[in-house]
């Protein structure tokens, strides 16, 4: 810490040099976006993470074993809450806890629960 402080107080201050005049040119808008995504497994946690800044929440249920895909009713009423507040609403899908290899009666599952969410209104 002394040997910051001891630097930064010795040194003496520069002199900006220009070549040229600046010209005069439209300011510019910066936009800096953050994603700020919280995973929720309930109504109560979905509006806390909204109210405390979220701009994207992930729907998932069963956290304790990794995650599974959430009920419909549940991303129904998300979707609601955050339709007017720019938040976005992302789903995990996984149709069950486990390793992550499929057959293809469960693929089946999944991509129903993809259309089922799509026509619910989630962004991803």
């Known amino acids: 810490y002394s040997f910051v402080t001891n630097y930064f107080h010795k040194r003496k201050p520069v002199k900006a040099r ?16 953050h994603t700020i995504e ?16 979220a701009t994207s929440l992930e729907l998932c ?13 549940f991303v129904e009423e998300c979707v609601r809450v955050c339709r007017n507040l720019s938040v976005e609403v992302h789903v995990l899908v996984r149709p069950r806890p486990g390793g992550f290899v499929y057959d293809q009666e469960e693929f089946e599952v999944i991509l129903r629960d993809i259309s089922a969410y799509i026509n619910a209104g989630v962004d991803g």
Do not use: W, Y
């Not at 220009?18 to 976006?33: A, G, V, W």
């Open 38 to 53: 919280f995973c929720v497994s309930d109504i109560a946690s979905a509006i806390a993470a909204v109210h405390g800044g």
């Open 18 to 33: 220009r070549e040229q005049p600046m010209k005069k040119r439209e300011s510019l808008k910066i936009q800096h976006t």
């Open 61 to 73: 249920a069963n956290r304790l074993e990794g995650g599974v895909s959430p009920s419909l009713g």
